[in-house]
């Protein structure tokens, strides 16, 4: 049975993980500046390797998160139908989880184009 306290944490947790997801992006942005600059200025090959590595463990994490987003996007639908059959589906809360649904799927349309 869905509840509201349900519908509050699968909220929270697509919200938290959007966060990440766009942390991870801003810190690849940056560490692909960063390699860029020490490859510009002739670093050193071993540093210039371990820059590369940090690198690609950023970009790594980006479709770790994805699909732990679309898993938790997908939980917070699956409460939303639930509270609906049941004929609760008002509230802050709803109203947030619905708009929040409608953030993550913008969202997941602005990567895909």
């Excluded at 071993?46 to 690609?56: P, S």
């Excluded at 709803?94 to 184009?113: M, N, P, R």
């Amino acid at each position: 049975m869905a509840t509201i306290r349900n519908l509050k944490i699968k909220t929270a947790s697509c919200k938290r993980i959007v966060k990440e997801l766009h942390s991870y992006e801003k810190e690849v942005e940056r560490e692909a500046a960063k390699t860029a600059d020490m490859k510009e200025k002739g670093a050193d090959p071993y540093d210039l390797k371990q820059q590369e590595n940090v690198l690609g463990e950023s970009r790594m994490m980006i479709p770790d998160c994805r699909k732990r987003l679309e898993s938790s996007l997908a939980d917070l639908k699956g409460i939303l139908a639930e509270l609906e059959e049941a004929k609760q589906k008002e509230g802050p809360e709803v109203s947030e989880a619905e708009s929040t649904v409608a953030d993550i799927e913008k969202l997941f349309e602005a990567s895909e184009s």
